[in-house]
């Protein structure tokens, strides 16, 4: 069975198609549009240029479902539509227009996903995870059982940089106001100090892995110290920055910086010394849901009727 799954995000819409056996799964396509949410939002809606690319932008990857033959295509938007003022109309004109119908998914549905996603990699039974995007950024603890606390923060790695930043790179007193605010948002929604790593996905936290590991030093694991590092140095020589980043990640040259801004700020107020990025996300949360789904027994029409008595 061939699933494909379009996760609209504030910076790119993303198709995966996994091919499916069992209760095993692997992805065979994976190709991002990107979503240019953030460039076509007008005060807190989205323009009609924004939509008719949203909708080319869908029509497209519903072209690919068809050419790898899917037998399922499903798609969810996170904080893409969470903070957008016309979201209905955005929901209705791609649905009629595609016949595409778009799940927003609430914070604790991402909390969820993202959970399900990083237990298919991390064995530890406890811990923090996040899952930063272009326009929100998700916390969540867990243990053996499922998350246990999560929040959602319109403090994405787009949202953050449109925000905060008013040249090409944070600068140092900008970084600082991002952490200032990302700790202030984790104490208001009562996260407290939970220590060891971080569990990070995202796709800005996947270009940051890969940065550090060009700059600083290779390895799983992005120890603060280093981090705050980077950070400076970034800061403080913006235009070799903008050079370095175009060189590993060329669409995220505005947003990388905050993005790490805000991990930084994420490990500070959880009192954790570094962090292990995944490439996990979302979308295989949602896959593995699907699994969990089909592999429930559907109920016989006794039991129905009995549990209705």
């Known amino acids: 069975m061939r699933i494909g799954i379009i996760d609209f995000g504030t910076n790119t819409l993303r198709l995966d198609i996994f091919e499916t056996e069992d209760r095993e799964y692997r992805s065979i396509y994976d190709f991002a549009i990107y979503s240019k949410i953030v460039e076509n939002t007008v005060g807190t809606s989205l323009s009609q240029d924004g939509i008719e690319h949203i909708i080319q932008a869908i029509e497209e990857h519903q072209q690919a479902c068809r050419h790898y033959r899917c037998d399922r295509v499903e798609c969810f938007s996170t904080a893409s539509l969470r903070y957008i003022d016309n979201a209905a109309d955005v929901l209705e004109q791609v649905e009629f227009r595609t016949g595409m119908k778009i799940r927003m998914i609430s914070g604790d549905e991402e909390a969820e996903y993202d959970y399900l996603a990083l237990r298919s990699v991390v064995d530890a039974p406890s811990g923090i995870g996040c899952d930063l995007g272009g326009g929100s950024l998700q916390v969540f603890t867990f243990d053996e059982n499922g998350p246990i606390k999560s929040a959602s923060y319109p ?17 140092m007193e900008e970084i600082s106001a991002i952490k200032k605010c990302v700790a202030e948002s984790l104490s208001e929604t009562g996260f407290e100090k939970s220590g060891g790593t971080l569990f990070a996905m995202g796709g800005t936290a996947k270009a940051i892995k890969n940065l550090y590991n060009a700059t600083i030093e290779k390895g799983d694991r992005l120890s603060l110290r280093n981090v705050n590092i980077m950070l400076k140095l970034l800061s403080e020589a913006p235009e070799e920055a903008v050079e370095l980043i175009s060189g590993i990640a060329p669409k995220r040259t505005r947003t990388l910086v905050p993005g790490l801004a805000v991990l930084a700020g994420v490990m500070e107020k959880a009192g954790c010394d570094g962090m292990k990025i995944y490439s996990v996300g979302v979308r295989e949360g949602f896959m593995e849901s699907i699994l969990n789904d089909d592999s429930k027994p559907e109920p016989n029409l006794l039991d129905l009727i009995l549990g209705s008595i």
């Open 155 to 171: 403090l994405g790695s787009s949202r953050t940089a449109k925000r905060f930043s008013k040249g090409a790179v944070p600068t």
